[in-house]
């Protein structure tokens, strides 16, 4: 008879969650990374250059072209873009690890990256969040706010965000994100509700057998 508390294990979920940049989508998914500890991001290969505030393996993994070229021959990414340039993919390996070892998986990528994803895994592993901001006003003051891009960039990002904005009937969840606490609540609300739907039949089915074997034990 068992003394230790009961659990049952879960295959892990891959959350995808894309926005418009300036829609609040760095801070939201950070906030996630520090609180739920049983999720880690996913670190893209790229092959631009690293810059100096960057750290390899944890900003990416800074790779050559040739190196990209036949990871994408070879089937080991599961989506991969060309922006500006550069290429930039998500190894497949660790993502596969992760799922496996009851890990989520959180992915920072744009909508073509999550159509590339939804066809290389399986469908049940994949949850899509798009984030919304409250107004087009709003959008362009934070863009401002952030004092990080001259204006011709700026208006590259707004343009960008006409263009993405579309894509948000694709998704499996929308946020608007008005106000970053609430849709931090709402983020996490979704993953633990997805959490829940993937414990797998046969592993509560163990967990239930075992359960029963103890209650026999203290009856008899």
Same mark, same amino acid.
């Given at each position: 008879m068992s003394d230790q508390p009961l659990e049952i294990d879960r295959r892990g979920i891959m959350l995808v969650v894309s926005s418009p940049s300036g829609a609040g989508k760095t801070t939201l998914t950070r906030n996630l990374l520090q609180e739920e500890k049983e999720v880690v991001m996913s670190v893209s290969v790229t092959t631009r250059a690293k810059r100096p505030s960057e750290i390899e393996?944890?900003?990416y993994h800074f790779i050559s072209q040739r190196q990209f070229e036949r990871m994408r021959e070879n089937g080991d990414l599961l989506e991969s873009a060309e922006v500006h340039g550069n290429?930039?993919?998500?190894?497949?390996?660790?993502?596969?690890?992760? @799922?496996? %070892?009851g890990k989520d998986v959180l992915f920072d990528i744009d909508w073509q990256g999550t159509q590339q994803l939804r066809h290389s895994v399986l469908a049940p592993d994949v949850i899509t969040v798009f984030l919304l901001p409250p107004?087009?006003?709003e959008l362009k003051a934070r863009l401002e706010r952030r004092a990080e891009d001259p204006?011709?960039?700026?208006?590259?990002r707004l343009e960008n965000a006409a263009d993405e904005i579309p894509h948000w009937v694709e998704y499996d969840y929308v946020l608007v994100n008005r106000?970053?606490?609430?849709?931090?609540?709402?983020?996490?609300?979704? @993953?633990? %509700?997805?959490?829940?739907?993937?414990v797998h039949p046969q592993n509560v089915q163990a967990f239930a057998d075992q359960l029963l074997a103890?209650?026999?034990?203290?009856?008899s």
């Open positions: 393996g944890v900003h290429c930039y993919g998500t190894p497949r390996e660790p993502v596969e690890a992760a @799922l496996a %070892a107004s087009a006003a204006s011709d960039v700026i208006k590259r106000e970053l606490e609430r849709s931090f609540t709402r983020l996490r609300s979704i @993953l633990t %509700a997805e959490r829940l739907k993937r103890d209650l026999k034990g203290f009856a």
